[in-house]
Every structure is written in C-alpha cells, then in structure tokens.
C-alpha cells in the first residue's frame, strides 16, 4: 500500500516558469491538502478538496491553482514560478472529516532561482 | 484569526529522560489539537490528538494534556529513546481540518 505519493521529489525552475506536482492516494480518501513548509513557519494550507471535482483555498493559495479531476490526484500548479515559492511541499489526505489523521506523502522540493 | 506559538523550537534531554513541548492557541473555538512527528526526508505523521471535550490522553509513551481555560496543550514523551527524535508539530482547529494553525515545530534531540 503506497498511501500518498508525490512527484516529483526535486525541481529547480527558473522565475516565470511553470510546474505541476502531482499528488496520488490509494486509500480512496475523500480530502486532499496541499501545503507548504518553510524554516520555521510550520506548515500553511494552500489549497485543498473536499471531493472529486471540488477545490477551495487555503491560507496561502496565491500563485498557485489546483485541479481534482478524479479522486485519487490532487494537483498543484505553480503558472510563473516566483522565488519566494522556493518551498516544501506536501500533499496530504484524509479520509473522512471533519477532522481527523491527515495522511501525508514524502514531500517535494523546489526552489526558484 | 487563530495562531499557535510552539516552545521551544529545540529541546535537547538524556535519553531515558522526559521531554514537554508546549503550545498555546488563541483562539477560545478551537477544539481539535493534533500532534504530528516529522522524522528527516519524510512527511508529518500524527502521533497523538485530543479534542476539547477530553483533559488528557495517552498512549504508551505519549500523552497530551489540555488546558482550555488557559488555551494551552501539551506533548509529554516518558522514557525518551533514540528514535523519538525528530520535529514535532502541534496544530490547532475550531472544526475543519482545513482550518488547522500549525505550530512552528519543535526540534527534539535525543544524547545518547
């Protein structure tokens, strides 16, 4: 059982580029989380789903869109990639909510030179 | 809105000894409380949560303890070992997992 994967794992794009990550489930989670970790800043929610079809934004969902064209991707692109987007991602999914245990991938690097 | 202060951001103790991180929340409506551990290279992994309606929880080594008057929780690890080290994260929630705040983490070292 892989649970959350995500790729990939490194990038490095100039400024004004573009990117997706892409994140898959196999443990048909209804909710999936995009979000971000920068040193000392913990992790802040950029955009997420509650269902196939569905997004919302985050905390920080500024330069970035989503896409879930089925249930088990989730899919975070970056259109003019910008420095201050050098970051960690990571995907996340739940199963059902309200709240409860989010199940993480193993994140993906990318800065922006 | 809500924010969540984590202290301290490195805890260093003896192995076989204990170690208390704390934090504090703002917001008097949050009433979900996770704790997640992220080891190197890996994803956040929840450990222990409590909700609001609960004063403590354990689990083995692990316990959280709540004080909503003062609007602060806390992670308690017994019997520290090598492998508890880690970043330790709590967050805070007033109904949705997407409204989770997250702390700023907790660097814990485990001295041989």
């Known amino acids: 059982n892989a649970g959350v994967t995500q790729t990939p794992k490194f990038r490095v794009l100039k400024t004004g580029q573009s990117m997706t990550l892409l994140c898959a489930q196999d443990?048909?989670?209804?909710?999936m989380y995009w979000y971000r970790q920068d040193p000392g800043m913990g992790l802040r929610l950029i955009h997420y789903?509650?269902?196939?079809?569905?997004?919302a934004k985050g905390e920080v969902p500024d330069g970035y869109n989503v896409s879930r064209l089925k249930k088990q991707n989730f899919l975070l692109g970056l259109e003019s990639a910008a420095p201050s987007q050098t970051s960690v991602y990571f995907c996340?999914?739940?199963?059902?909510?309200?709240?409860?245990?989010?199940?993480f991938g193993e994140g993906s690097r990318l800065t922006v030179l | 809105g809500e924010n969540v202060e984590q202290h301290p951001s490195t805890l260093s103790v003896q192995e076989g000894d204990s170690a208390v991180i704390k934090c504090t929340y703002s917001?008097?409506?949050?009433?979900?409380f996770p704790w997640y551990k992220q080891e190197l290279g890996k994803g956040p992994q929840l450990i222990i949560d409590?909700?609001?309606n609960v004063g403590e929880k354990k689990d083995q080594r692990i316990a959280v303890t709540l004080n909503k008057t003062a609007k602060h929780f806390s992670l308690h690890i017994t019997e520290t070992q090598p492998e508890d080290s880690a970043v330790y994260f709590c967050?805070?929630?007033?109904?949705?997992?997407?409204?989770?705040?997250w702390g700023a983490g907790t660097k814990l070292i485990i001295k041989p």
């Open positions: 917001d008097s409506a949050s009433n979900y």
């Open positions: 409590i909700r609001s």
């Open positions: 443990m048909n989670h209804e909710y």
């Open positions: 967050a805070a929630s007033k109904g949705s997992n997407y409204q989770l705040i």
């Open positions: 789903s509650v269902g196939e079809g569905t997004t």
């Open positions: 996340a999914s739940m199963g059902r909510g309200p709240t409860g245990e989010l199940f």
